[in-house]
């Protein structure tokens, strides 16, 4: 009789035990697939409900899968997947936050650039600052666990980050353009002012803080912001340029779509490889690219460029609500802290009630500083728009459970008490508040801010964006500037309205060195490489060489 020699054996063993483990991937990720085509199918049937929104609909799928899988498995598991930190910032985070960047409206958000720059990161300290000191303060009082003092810095940072995402479901650009812009645009500069905040307070010794240390941080955190946007904007202009010179789309225009898609992902993790603010980078790098790269592709690809960007930060979305939803119930958090389930609720209550005062505390005395400098009385934040602010980005997500992760888990789980505590505290705070106030906004939006009266000039100040429609980008119903040469527009009835439109402003002069030095290197609308053969780009050639003759 043949006998099996002891490593032939363990070599067999090894590969029937990963069969076994790639059988049970297979089954995860189908298991995983089906629910996210569910939450398209139910996302969709529940398109025209006011309450709902797809993010609540992926958290509430994911709530009862997590039910379903406990059952099935005696408690032991409560999700399909297993949450990575790592899956989120490299693979689903770029994606959503390339495609706000190159779907948003350039000329709105510029226009309201300082005001977004006072939210998104003096705002952020502000928040930071009170969550940080209330934490401090009050959960040394209910002893907790042995939370340190990089802990608690490190839960101001966790609870100061917006959910962006979320804010993309609830507030509409086309309906709301001034809202949308200041609500995002902090969003996302928030989201990144959190993340430096959050590394340089790992990064630092806190314990011999003095004036030297806070001037360090205050550069660091400077050199970050500005590096990081410098390098989206370097890696969208590269790809303009190297698209407008060697003319891809005479061959082929999957090679422009890849490259596009490659460049942008490149300078998200090039931000990530020297420790830079990647959400920034990725963020002005899609700005870049719809700016200049985007007009110079063929027709083809920037119908392909659209749409396939918003498909990828779509699904990206519902991906990481539904885990949320699923891993709100994992039995390996709630085990070590069902001793005292009432102090956890009590943490979740006090860290929702510190999130909704450090909010109002900047984003009230933010607004008014604003308005101050705002010269007309249509240009200033009403207060109905400041509540709508507030409450809009009281919404916690993903950014919120990835940080908590980092800081409080090993391996996916925890094992002291406190850490337990916090894990389960963000993860309900990010439940609660995605969920309810989620559900409230955009009631809430229509309460206070009931839509205007069709304006007798629709028209989208940005014809040839990724996203353009007919509305007005206006900032509560005005345009600062109106192209009457180049567009059919209704002049203004109102000498008042001509009045308090300024002639000379920061958009003007940057349109002038735009058109003067930046298009003619690197493309752009008005410079769109002709390519030979291609009737529709033969048709826009001209119609838009007619445009800029006549501008």
Same mark, same amino acid.
Not at 279 to 302: A, K, Q
Not at 402 to 413: D, E, K, S
Not at 422 to 432: A, G, K, N
């Given at each position: 009789m043949i006998t099996m020699a002891p490593e032939l054996t363990l070599v067999f063993k090894s590969l029937d035990m990963l069969g076994a483990s790639d059988h049970a991937t297979v089954v995860s990720i189908t298991l995983f697939v089906t629910l996210l085509c569910a939450c398209i199918v139910i996302g969709h049937l529940l398109e025209e409900n006011r309450w709902m929104n797809e993010s609540i609909t992926a958290i509430a799928i994911g709530l009862c899968t997590g039910v379903v899988i406990l059952l099935t498995t005696g408690g032991k598991s409560s999700h399909i997947l297993v949450f990575s930190e790592d899956l989120f910032f490299i693979y689903l985070l770029p994606p959503i936050i390339f495609n706000a960047g190159f779907q948003v409206k350039k000329k709105q958000f510029f226009r309201n650039f300082m005001t977004i720059m006072l939210f998104g990161a003096i705002g952020t300290l502000i928040s930071f600052a009170i969550i940080s000191l209330g934490a401090t303060q009050i959960f040394k009082k209910l002893d907790i666990g042995p939370l340190e003092l990089g802990d608690y810095l490190a839960i101001g940072t966790i609870f100061s980050a917006t959910d962006s995402v979320c804010t993309l479901q609830v507030l509409n650009q086309d309906e709301t353009p001034l809202l949308y812009s200041l609500v995002f645009g902090e969003g996302v500069v928030n989201d990144a002012t959190s993340v430096v905040l959050f590394n340089a307070i790992q990064d630092f010794d806190l314990t011999h803080i003095n004036s030297k240390i806070a001037l360090q941080f205050f550069g660091n955190f400077s050199y970050l912001f500005i590096i990081s946007t410098l390098l989206g904007a370097f890696a969208g202009l590269l790809s303009a340029y190297i698209i407008k010179k060697l003319y891809f789309g005479r061959h082929s225009t999957d090679?422009? @779509?890849?490259?596009?898609?490659?460049?942008? !992902?490149?300078?998200?993790?090039?931000?990530?490889?020297?420790?830079?603010?990647?959400?920034?980078? @990725?963020?002005?790098?899609?700005?870049?690219?719809?700016? !200049? /790269?985007?007009?110079?592709?063929?027709?083809? =690809?920037?119908? /392909?460029?659209?749409?396939?960007?918003?498909?990828?930060?779509?699904?990206?979305?519902? #991906?990481?609500?539904? !885990?949320?939803?699923?891993?709100?119930?994992? &039995?390996?958090?709630?085990?070590?802290? $069902? =001793? =005292? +389930?009432?102090?956890?609720?009590?943490?979740?209550?006090?860290?929702?009630?510190?999130?909704?005062?450090?909010?109002?505390?900047?984003?009230?005395?933010?607004?008014?500083?604003?308005?101050?400098?705002?010269?007309?009385?249509?240009?200033?934040?009403?207060?109905?728009?400041? &509540?709508?602010?507030?409450?809009?980005?009281?919404?916690?997500?993903? @950014? =919120?459970?990835?940080?908590? !992760?980092?800081? #409080?888990?090993?391996?996916?789980?925890?094992?002291? $008490?406190?850490?337990?505590?916090?894990?389960?505290?963000? &993860?309900?705070?990010?439940?609660?508040?995605?969920?309810?106030?989620?559900?409230?906004?955009?009631?809430?939006?229509?309460?206070?801010?009931? +839509?205007?009266?069709?304006?007798?000039?629709?028209?989208?100040?940005?014809?040839?964006?990724?996203?353009?429609? &007919? @509305?007005?980008?206006?900032?509560?119903?005005?345009?600062?500037?109106?192209?009457?040469?180049? %567009?059919?527009?209704? %002049?203004?009835?109102?000498?008042?309205?001509?009045?308090? /439109?300024?002639?000379?402003?920061v958009h003007r002069y940057w349109r002038k060195f735009d058109n003067a030095f930046m298009r003619p290197v690197f493309g752009g609308r008005g410079f769109v490489p002709f390519v030979p053969g291609s009737p529709i780009e033969q048709s826009l050639h001209q119609k838009e060489e007619e445009t800029e003759t006549q501008t």
């Open positions: 090679r422009e @779509v890849a490259l596009m898609i490659l460049m942008a !992902y490149l300078s998200y993790m090039l931000a990530e490889l020297f420790h830079l603010s990647a959400i920034l980078t @990725v963020f002005f790098c899609g700005i870049v690219m719809s700016h !200049y /790269t985007w007009h110079n592709v063929t027709e083809s =690809s920037r119908v /392909t460029t659209k749409h396939a960007f918003a498909t990828l930060s779509f699904m990206a979305e519902i #991906f990481i609500f539904l !885990y949320v939803g699923m891993d709100a119930l994992d &039995i390996e958090k709630w085990r070590f802290v $069902r =001793s =005292s +389930p009432g102090k956890s609720i009590g943490v979740s209550a006090i860290l929702q009630g510190l999130v909704l005062i450090g909010r109002a505390a900047f984003v009230f005395p933010l607004s008014f500083l604003s308005n101050l400098t705002k010269k007309t009385q249509n240009e200033k934040i009403t207060f109905n728009q400041q &509540i709508t602010i507030w409450w809009a980005g009281l919404m916690r997500g993903a @950014v =919120s459970v990835a940080l908590a !992760y980092n800081q #409080f888990t090993r391996a996916g789980h925890t094992q002291l $008490r406190g850490n337990a505590i916090m894990i389960t505290s963000t &993860i309900t705070v990010v439940l609660f508040s995605t969920v309810v106030f989620g559900l409230m906004t955009k009631p809430l939006v229509k309460l206070l801010l009931p +839509p205007p009266k069709p304006f007798s000039s629709m028209l989208s100040s940005e014809p040839n964006s990724p996203k353009s429609f &007919i @509305v007005p980008l206006l900032e509560n119903g005005q345009e600062s500037e109106i192209d009457f040469g180049a %567009r059919n527009i209704l %002049r203004p009835s109102s000498i008042r309205m001509l009045l308090s /439109t300024p002639t000379h402003t």
